[in-house]
């Protein structure tokens, strides 16, 4: 594999990780390594949002999902400093790697980013990497290594919330026994999907309903009620509840270069992630596309 990063440092730091990923678990490879408490302003316990994701690529749906987040927490809490970590994985819970390769996601994690701190002038953001597939896993890490005080809010669609919940990753134990501790010291904001590869093992009809329906404990007991509490649904934007990155990934595996784009494919391209990202995937694309195997 032909490794190419637009962004040196990160690169290097990306490959150190490969190299010691079994031992490191978690490494930072844009913004500081460490978040501590804001002095500055006297708040001791700033809020991290975590949007976890495979970036395969990044999307207006993940840039919908931490600004309504952002917007939702900095009206609750005016004073706390709020931190977003974007956070790729390199070993999923369920699905092996496939193209695009990890330095050319984490280079789109970049660009992301960075549009996301020119967009909202009090936001601080970081790109990490992990080996955790699982969110609790995901959380011991993050608290060891980055961020051991104040709230963490994972920010997830609605089919991911759903997938956290199911007994199949926790065999031979309970959701309600592994996730204990874990739901006891997070928090969830969860942006409202639709069933995009229409797995009919999910029911998306009652996401609005979904923490409601927790409470009254309609998911016992297999999701404890108490746990309903820990839930945000964030309405999403109807122009972005389809967006997903496997229709990007298909409507982008046959461009190569720029002349295989015409206004057509561009203009859909556009409503569904942001320009820089769009020139980033076909610069990087000249002789195949880097979704090709
Ligand atoms: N359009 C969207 N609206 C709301 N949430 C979304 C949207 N797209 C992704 N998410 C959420 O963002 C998180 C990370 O998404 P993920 O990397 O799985 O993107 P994806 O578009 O679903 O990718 P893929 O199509 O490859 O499965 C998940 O919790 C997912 O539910
Ligand atoms: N039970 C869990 O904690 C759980 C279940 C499914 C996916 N995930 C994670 O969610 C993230 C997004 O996954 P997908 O790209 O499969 O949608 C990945 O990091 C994946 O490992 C976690």
Redesign the pocket.
Known sequence: MELTSGFTSCLQKYLDFEINKNTQEFTIVEGNDRILPDEESGEKNPILLVL???FNPPHWGHYTLIKKSYEYYSQSYPNKKIHVLLLL?V?????EAKPASFDKRMDMMCIMSRLLNKNFESLSTYVGLTIF????DKDSIIRKKFFNQGVIVYLVGF??II??F?PK?YIPQAPAVVLQHFMKNVEFCCLTRSNVNDNESEDFTNQSTYSQDILQGKYEPLIPKEWGHKINILSNNPKYINVSSSKIRKLMVPLHGTKSLNEEILNDLKKQLPNQIIEYIIQSSESKSIFSA
């Not at 070993?91 to 699905?95: L, R």
């Not at 597939?133 to 609790?136: A, D, R």
């Open positions: 976890d994701s495979s994985s070993q999923n819970a369920d699905k597939g699982k969110f609790v089919d991911t997938r956290i199911d990753y």
